[in-house]
Structures are given as structure tokens and as C-alpha cells.
């Protein structure tokens, strides 16, 4: 069993910037696709961003390209992602999650293990 957990999330202004950071409790935490979601009030979880196991690989939704960084730290189990240039349509939970379906990157549906979520308010 594999537990994530999310932090970093709160409340920022227009412009700001925030790093999101997931420990995972799993040791096989390296061998796997990590990936991030968020979902708005009202609105379907979407993809966010996605990094492959050795990091060699970033994707990323089009509406975070250039904004938005993934990273991780294999030693220690942690995903992040750097936010900045926030804006209001950026505020929601964000969660991350473990991918186990190599076909479905960015689909929720590829991903097995989910955190608690994060909330991120970005004020105008």
C-alpha cells in the first residue's frame, strides 16, 4: 500500500508563486510515473502535469506550460511542482497521484494511488 501526501497549498495573490511538495510512503516510489491533478469548485479533475520515473521526462497541461514545474527527488519519495504567474483560474485542490497504466499519462483513470489534496487560492 502506497500513501501520499500533499503540502504547500494556501492562499496567494495574482502573480504569485508556490511549490507544491508529495512524500510518498512506498519504497518502489522510483520506479513509477508521478503525475498532478487539480480540481475547481464545479469542475472535473484535470490533468496538470506528469514526470516519469527518473525524471527524464516532464508533461505538461497547456494551460501551465511555462508557468508550472515538475520535478522529483527520488531519495527522498517527493514530487514537486513549481507554480508561479498564479492566477485566479488556477485556484483548486491539487492532488498527486501514481501512475500505473503507461497509456493513460494524462487521464486519471491511469493513476492508482491518490493524496489528500492540497488546497491553492489564488486571489485577483
Known amino acids: 500500500q502506497v500513501q501520499l501526501v500533499e503540502s504547500g497549498g494556501g492562499l496567494v495573490q495574482a502573480g504569485g508563486s508556490l511549490r507544491l511538495s508529495c512524500v510518498a510512503s512506498?519504497?518502489?516510489?522510483?520506479?513509477?510515473?508521478m503525475g498532478w491533478f487539480r480540481q475547481a469548485p464545479g469542475k472535473e479533475r484535470e490533468f496538470v502535469a506528469a514526470?516519469?520515473?527518473?525524471?527524464?521526462?516532464?508533461y505538461y497541461a497547456n494551460s501551465v506550460k511555462g508557468r508550472f514545474t515538475i520535478s522529483r527527488d527520488n531519495a527522498k519519495n517527493t514530487v514537486y511542482l513549481q507554480m508561479t504567474s498564479l492566477k485566479p483560474e488556477d485556484t483548486a485542490v491539487y492532488y498527486c497521484?501514481?501512475?500505473?497504466?503507461?497509456?493513460?499519462?494524462?487521464?486519471?483513470?491511469?493513476?492508482?494511488?491518490w493524496g489528500q489534496g492540497t488546497q491553492v487560492t489564488v486571489s485577483s
Open positions: 514526470i516519469t520515473s527518473s525524471g527524464g521526462t516532464t
Open positions: 497521484a501514481r501512475r500505473y497504466k503507461t497509456t493513460l499519462t494524462m487521464s486519471n483513470l491511469g493513476y492508482d494511488y
Open positions: 512506498g519504497r518502489t516510489f522510483s520506479t513509477y510515473t
